[in-house]
C-alpha cells in the first residue's frame, strides 16, 4: 500500500501505512485480537506485530493487553476516534477521485453564444446537472470569436458558438450539432409575409436588418454571400449587435430581419419567419481543446450528441434538421 500523507498530529518517525491504523482500529473495537484477525482476515501474530510497530512509532501504549483483556487506554481513546475521522475521510477521498475520472465530479465551463443555443440550453443543462449532481458549471455568454479565444486559452472548457475561419488555426476540436438555415423575420403587413418560402433575389431593394459582423462573423458574411450570389448587393438597415434588437428594428417596421431558424421560435407571434431559397444555413458547433478533454467535458459531449441523435437540440419532442455529426481540427 502506497504510504499515506498523515497530518501533524499523525507525522511518525518510522514507515507507516493505513494498514496500521486499520489493524489497530479493528482490534479497538473488537477487544479482541482472535476476533479482529478473523474480521481481518490476517494472521493474529500479523495484526500484534503492526499494533506494536503502531506503538512504538507514537511513543505511547494505546491497549492494555491481558491473558483474557484487550482494553484501550487513554491515548489509545483518542487514536481511534482521529483514526475513525481520518479513514471516513480517505474513503470520501478515493470516492471523489473515482467520481471525477468518471465525469461525475469536477468542473465545466461552458461558453456558448445566446440565441442559436436557446431552444435547447436550458433543457440540457437541467438533464446534465440531473445525471451529473456533483460536477460544478459555469456559464458565460460570449460572441462566437470570443469564444473560441477564450476555449484556446483554457478559460473555457467548451464553447458552443459558430466556426470562425480566422480561429481555425488555434488547433480545437468542432462538431458540428446543428445546421440552422437562414430566413426571413417580416411583419405579418409585409407582403412576403404570407409566403411558404421567399427567394433570395426577392430581397433586393428592401432594407435589410442583420447582426453586426463583429457579433457573430459566419452569420454576417453567410448572409452577405447569399445576396451576392443571388446577384445583388444587399440594402443593410441596421446592423446592431443584438439578435433581439434585430427583432425589434423589425418589429418596428425598420426592415426584414435576416435571422437563423432558431432565432424564430423567440420571435413570438408579432413576426412571421419565412424560409429563404436556395437554402443557405450556418453551423452551430461545439468547440473543446484536444488535449485538453476532461469527463466532465466527455460527459458534456455524449449527452450533447444523444440529444442531436434524439432530435432534442431543436425542439423538446421534435425531430432536429441538423446533419450527421463531423469532427475536425
Known sequence: MVPYSFPCCFSFLFPMDLRHLRYFQAVAEELSY???ALRLRIAQPAL??????????LGAEVLERSRHHVRLTPAGAVLLQETALLLENWEEALRRVRRTASGEEGELRLGYIGPPTQPFLGRMLYEYRRRFPNVRMHLEERTP???WEMVAKGR??????R???SKTALGLRTVVLRQERLGVALRPDHPLAGRQSVPWKALAGEPLVML????GASLHDAILAACRTAGFMPRIAHTPSLIGTVLSYTEGGAGAGIVTDSVALDAGSSLRFVPLTPAETVPLVLVWQEDQDPPPMQRLRDLLLEWQRNGRLWHAGEAAESEAPTAAK
Do not use: D, F, M, Q
Not at 473555457?156 to 458558438?161: D, E, I, K, P, S
Not at 453586426?212 to 457579433?215: G, K, M, P
Open 48 to 57: 500484534s506485530r503492526a499494533v506494536k510497530e503502531l506503538e512504538a512509532g
Open 156 to 161: 473555457l472548457t467548451a464553447g458552443l458558438t
Open 163 to 165: 466556426p470562425v475561419p
Open 145 to 147: 470569436e470570443r469564444v
Open 212 to 215: 453586426a459582423r463583429r457579433e
Open 34 to 36: 482472535a476476533r479482529a
